[in-house]
């Protein structure tokens, strides 16, 4: 598991770290064009790219913390000994969707491989680069729904409301 936890932790800062770029990048572009340069056509290739990087990179470690947007007004409703099963359940089911999306994705990277497909923009890119990312991270996301179907912890809190 703490291999599983470094991997996501160095994911994450990974996403952290190309949004800062992505700013900058912005930042960069707006004050080109306000002194009269056109600036650079890539910023936005970069930028359009690095959305579902970032959101690739950060998606397990944000399962592992439970960050992502669910609602808990059903696990709230249940009685107390509902909860766990029904939480481990929808843990299971992610598990499942994690899987297949794995699979897919891996699936159509390979196939741009092979064809040596490629997203065309003002910066060419093999899609597969693009694509790789998606295989890798479906997989730890599963990983990390794992522990909430098998570990002490469940997914969900049982409490409806905001918690932060």
């Not at 490629?118 to 910066?123: C, G, I, K, T």
């Amino acid at each position: 598991m703490r291999l599983l936890d470094f991997i996501c932790n160095v994911l994450a800062v990974i996403a952290g770290a190309y949004l800062v770029a992505i700013m900058f990048g912005i930042v960069f572009q707006a004050t080109a064009r306000s002194f009269g340069f056109s600036g650079s056509s890539h910023v936005f290739t970069f930028s359009e790219f690095g959305l579902l990087y970032i959101v690739m990179l950060a998606s397990p470690w944000l399962v592992r913390l439970r960050g992502h947007v669910f609602i808990e007004l059903l696990s709230a409703a249940l009685p107390n000994s509902a909860q766990k099963a029904y939480s481990r359940a929808v843990a299971a089911l992610c598990i499942i969707i994690c899987l297949f999306l794995m699979y897919y994705s891996f699936q159509n990277t390979m196939k741009a491989y092979r064809f040596g497909d490629a997203e065309m923009r003002s910066l060419d890119m093999p899609k597969w680069l693009l694509l790789g990312t998606m295989p890798l991270c479906f997989g730890l996301m599963a990983l990390n729904f794992l522990r909430f179907v098998f570990g002490r912890e469940t997914l969900h809190t049982g409490e409806a409301g905001v918690h932060e």
